[in-house]
């Protein structure tokens, strides 16, 4: 029996999860080399919402930082996680722009490209797949996994099987609320072991306080690689404790091979880190705890302080309970998507919306629209013909893929972005995505090595052309 890989998440989805990524890379650097001796399969390092984060909290360069860990990572693989047609923003973006981005990422250090979708509507995955086998990374497929009246073990087979058929190189099980239970788990991963020849792999929150036991079902069912977190930033919303399954594993069929006296100096870096963290409040004891209602409502942990953030901001705390209830009578009727970004967003901002008006759907978001008319591509069940009538009204709905009625956009936006704030190619990537926010972190490096004169910034721009 091959030994069990392990994905480390530390660099991206622990931090993540834990500490809304604001971990900074001056304090990645010191533990990349150890990191690197692990022999784990792979490190999650970039993607979600680090790219983000850099350019808006932490003022990097996330290319830079993922150059960086490359260099300081040489025999690890590093992976990222990419949201298909949203590439690492907030709206379809044109397939140039998904080829371009994907090249770059590539180009810059990644070799593992984790793509999913919201929807599981492979239709917005398909630049991504064709962007990824061009530059010949692998390609890992995800399914979003969520319960629903339609999703069952089926349902997650068949879209496994038509990944693999696209081109997938490995799936991903995405658990991203902690739904999973541990014979669920099992049965999963052996449906899918026995459908599909490429590897599988599980990827758990442990939210609801379950990820650690539906680990060692899906290993037992054959799974083949594994995600975990070093302990200081694991547990709560992040994932199982990467050293715990090491140990847990020893001298099993499925020992990792792992060693734990190396995994001891990894875990004393991010222990600091985890002191000074809690020390400073961005770690709130709150999220390294069990919170059971995520299997209740089936609500990420995530989405629920946003809910009740809302309802506080409208002085309607009390009515959180009806919140949740309405929650699911929403996601039926919008083709029950699973709740992930950017559906668990909308579908939870509409609940909020019909429970303090006191009338369902009197008022509609534009981002509750654009899910009904097909603008985020195929729901998993249709929408009702009536109640999008209800929500649209006579707009014409979408039928085809969503990023087949955008144009090409990328000649567009390089000539949009000012070009005194060119210093390297990915730049647009940057501007592409995140507009005034990438602009503002641009001219702050920019004054930082040129200082505020305008005339050197236009030098710079003639040194730098795109």
């Known amino acids: 029996m091959a030994k069990l890989k392990i994905t480390e998440t530390v660099l991206r989805d622990a931090h993540q999860s834990l500490i ?22 792979s490190a999650e390092v970039w993607g979600g919402a680090t790219f983000d984060s850099c350019l808006r909290f932490l003022d990097e360069d996330p290319w830079e930082r993922l150059r960086i860990i490359r260099k300081g990572m040489p025999n690890t ?18 397939d140039d722009v998904i080829d371009y981005f994907v090249k770059k990422s590539v180009d810059n250090g990644i070799d593992i490209m984790r793509i999913f979708d919201a929807l599981n509507d492979i239709r917005n995955l398909e630049a ?3 962007a990824t086998k061009k530059v010949g990374a692998h390609l890992q497929a995800c399914i979003s996994y969520t319960i629903s009246p339609v999703h069952n073990i ?5 879209y496994a099987k038509q990944l693999e058929d696209t081109g997938a190189d490995s799936i991903c099980i995405k658990d991203m609320a902690g739904l999973l239970t541990p014979y669920t788990t099992y049965d999963l991963v052996k449906a899918l072991k026995e459908t599909v020849k ?28 594994i995600d975990t977190a070093m302990s200081p930033l694991a547990m709560g919303t992040s994932h199982p404790a990467t050293e715990s399954m090491v140990a847990a594993l020893a001298g099993t069929p499925y020992d990792t091979g792992l060693d734990l006296n190396k995994l001891n100096v990894v875990r004393e870096h991010f222990a ?20 059971a209602n995520t299997l209740l409502y089936q609500v990420p942990g995530g989405m629920l302080s946003n809910l009740v953030s809302q309802l506080k901001q409208a002085g309607k705390e009390d009515q959180l309970d009806a919140v ?15 709740l992930v970004t950017p559906s668990s967003q909308i579908v939870g901002t509409q609940a909020v919306l019909n429970v303090i008006t006191g009338e369902r759907y009197k008022m509609v978001t534009k981002e509750f629209k654009g899910i009904i008319r097909g603008e985020y591509g195929r729901t998993p069940v249709p929408v009702d013909p009536e109640f999008r009538k209800q929500i649209i009204g006579d707009e014409k709905p979408i039928d085809c893929r969503p990023a087949d009625l955008l144009e090409n956009e990328l000649d567009k936006l390089k000539a949009e972005m000012p070009s005194k704030y060119y210093e390297q190619e990915e730049d647009v990537l940057s501007y592409a995505q995140f507009g005034a926010v990438a602009e503002k972190f641009f001219e702050k490096r920019m004054n930082k090595k040129y200082g505020v004169d305008g005339e050197h910034a236009d030098k710079a721009a003639a040194v730098h052309p795109v």
């Not at 490429?198 to 306080?209: A, N």
């Open 324 to 338: 949740l209830r309405e929650i699911p009578n929403v996601r039926k009727d919008a083709g029950y998507p699973p």
């Open 272 to 291: 600091k880190l985890r002191q000074k963290y809690l020390d400073s409040g961005l770690l709130n004891p709150k999220v390294l705890g069990v919170d």
């Open 128 to 130: 991504a797949i064709k």
């Open 198 to 225: 490429i590897p599988v792999q599980l990827h758990s929150h442990y939210t609801s306080g379950l990820a650690s036991m539906s680990h060692l079902k899906a290993i037992e069912a054959g799974v083949d690689i």
């Open 77 to 94: 693989k590093l992976q990222m996680l990419f949201r298909g047609q949203n590439m690492l923003g907030y709206r379809h973006y044109a």
């Open 20 to 41: 809304a990524t604001r971990m900074s890379t001056e304090e990645m650097i010191p533990i990349l080399s150890a990191m690197d001796e692990v022999g784990f399969y």
């Open 154 to 158: 089926e349902y997650f087979v068949k």
